[in-house]
């Protein structure tokens, strides 16, 4: 019986098991969609990579001679949306089944198993293939609306798949190597960052496709795409990464800077949209950094490769069970009742403050911005000016060339806002203008003083992160991991209490003219 097989956007792994005969009984689909392409507002260079590597894709699997039905957003503007697609096609191609690989998304499964129910055809699911922690394992680690420790899932996958252990013991004794990874960069250490591998993909028919169908975008375009497009352009940012980047990884990992050309992208591989593409799997890229640390002779040290590690078998699947166990509750937290609208810069960069001005101006031009500035610039802004969660997570959804709901919204919601209460991190990451101060060079040219709490000029993180404090008393007081920042605010004494609680009032009045 002949077999209709979807493909969605981020699905374009060749290494899966469905590829693995030519069968002329099945038909593969990879459809631009405009419901995917305006579900939320996109980047522009988001939209034309991910178009860009599905029709590579499409041209791949062609090659090995797969029968594929590929459509570009002239093509399905026809049908009202993905089950309209599926259900026509199955029909013109005669197919009596219709396959899908899981989606990554809960928005996009719960389509597709509405679908199930109501057409005749029988749908199947199956496994992407891509996650190294299988999905029906989720539930052993990850308990609903459950405080859930990172580093006891890490260690669990760190011995689960034996990566950096020895017999049984992880590798030079420690778990955990990150107290290391806290450097910023002096003058030496600025000449020395490497030049990003950018790619020259062209982007062209894309972006006429995009504006002929009215598609709304943010970012600045671009005809040349810089990222992977395929995996094996996806092999080459690795094996750079590898190279070039992975030897200071774990050491410049928070750090941030305006003052070198590849201020942009640091030590960080950029590999997210591969990986979350799939033109990658994760076991390969920690593979591939394991085998470049041990013949590295000595070049790239344990702290380094461990950090790495912790990103790719910690962190990325820690995110995703927390997205999978937690949906569809997760998106409606708001623990702090946060609910300020996202300043107009968030769109255009047009901030006196440096540090947010740096990361939103980068995001708008790459669609890309290292972990640090999401978190703690961005993210840590968002947090302490108490902007909604809806709204933040729209922006990062939107911004990031690697921005899919089930890592972007753990990452927002409960990393950069707390907004879960605690199921994620056991405190907020919240901080003043000291930090950033400590981990970049923002605040040299800044036109806020960043040691000022309360002056005209004062760099407002700094009353903003107090009236956090006095605002959320009761529940911070409440959390013992709290208890250091609560006393200091009892310290302060009642007349400067005030000042900062009024300096802070004013900003949060006039948020759009920082
Ligand atoms: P590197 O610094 O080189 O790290 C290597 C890899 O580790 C990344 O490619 C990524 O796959 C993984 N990784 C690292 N940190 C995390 C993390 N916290 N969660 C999941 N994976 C991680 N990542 C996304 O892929 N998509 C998102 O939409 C996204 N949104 C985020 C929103 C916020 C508020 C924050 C704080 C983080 C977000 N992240 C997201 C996580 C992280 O910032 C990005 O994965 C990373 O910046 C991508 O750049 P890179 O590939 O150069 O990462």
Redesign the pocket.
């Known amino acids: 019986a002949k077999q209709l097989r979807l493909l969605l956007g981020d699905q374009l792994n060749p290494l899966h098991s469905w590829f693995q005969n030519v069968d002329d009984d099945v038909v593969y689909v990879i459809a631009e969609l405009k419901q995917e392409a305006d579900y939320t507002k996109h980047h522009i260079k988001k939209i034309t990579a991910f178009f860009a590597a599905m029709e590579a894709f499409a041209t791949y699997l062609k090659e090995q001679e797969h029968h594929v039905c590929y459509l570009t957003l002239d093509d399905t503007k026809v049908y009202a949306d993905l089950p309209d697609l599926l259900t026509t096609l199955a029909a013109k191609y005669g197919c009596e089944t219709i396959y899908y690989q899981q989606p990554d998304e809960y928005r996009l499964r719960n389509q597709l198993q509405q679908m199930a129910k109501q057409i005749d055809l029988p749908m199947f699911e199956e496994d992407t293939e891509h996650f190294l922690l299988p999905f029906e394992q989720l539930r052993e680690h990850f308990t609903p609306k459950k405080h859930v420790r990172m580093e006891t899932f890490y260690r669990f996958m760190r011995k689960r798949f034996d990566i950096l252990m020895e017999a049984g013991k992880p590798q030079g004794g420690a778990w955990n190597y990150d107290s290391n990874n806290r450097k910023s960069f002096n003058a030496s250490d600025l000449k020395q960052i490497p030049r990003p591998l950018v790619f020259n993909n062209p982007a062209k028919s894309y972006l006429t496709r995009i504006e002929d169908h009215n598609i709304n975008t943010i970012g600045e375009s671009s005809e040349q795409i810089d990222y992977p497009i395929n995996r094996q352009q996806s092999l080459q940012l690795l094996n750079y990464f590898c190279e070039h980047q992975l030897p200071n990884f774990g050491n410049f990992q928070d750090a941030m800077t305006v003052n070198s050309p590849y201020s942009w992208s640091l030590y960080?591989?950029?590999?997210?949209f591969s990986?979350?593409c799939k033109m990658i799997t994760p076991l390969e890229v920690i593979q591939t950094a394991l085998h470049a640390f041990i013949h590295s002779q000595g070049v790239i040290t344990l702290p380094q490769i461990e950090g790495?590690v912790r990103?790719?078998i910690g962190?990325?699947e820690y995110?995703r069970g927390m997205y999978w166990v937690n949906m569809p509750d997760y998106s409606e937290q708001n623990f702090l009742s946060a609910n300020y609208d996202l300043p107009q810069y968030f769109w255009d960069g047009q901030t006196k403050m440096q540090c947010l001005k740096s990361a939103i101006t980068q995001s708008l031009e790459h669609a890309y911005a290292?972990?640090i500035q999401?978190?703690m610039i961005t993210?840590n802004f968002s947090l302490l000016a108490g902007i909604s969660p809806a709204q933040v997570d729209e922006w990062?959804l939107g911004i990031?060339i690697?921005?899919?709901e089930w890592?972007?919204l753990p990452?927002?919601r409960s990393?950069?806002l707390f907004a879960d209460g605690g199921w994620i991190a056991t405190k907020p990451y919240a901080a003043s203008g000291n930090y950033v101060n400590k981990m970049s060079d923002y605040c040299k040219n800044c036109r806020y003083k960043v040691k000022e709490k309360i002056s005209e000029d004062a760099c407002p993180l700094n009353s903003l992160y107090w009236n956090f404090i006095d605002q959320h008393y009761d529940k911070f007081s409440k959390n013992p991991r709290m208890s250091f920042p609560v006393r200091n605010w009892d310290k302060i004494n009642s007349e400067q209490k005030i000042a900062i609680r009024e300096k802070a009032a004013n900003i949060l009045s006039n948020l759009d003219k920082l």
Do not use: P
Request: glycine residues 4%.
């Open positions: 960080h591989s950029r590999l997210s990986l979350n790495f990103q790719i962190w990325r995110v290292h972990h999401r978190l993210g990062y990031y690697d921005a899919i890592v972007e990452n927002t990393m950069a």
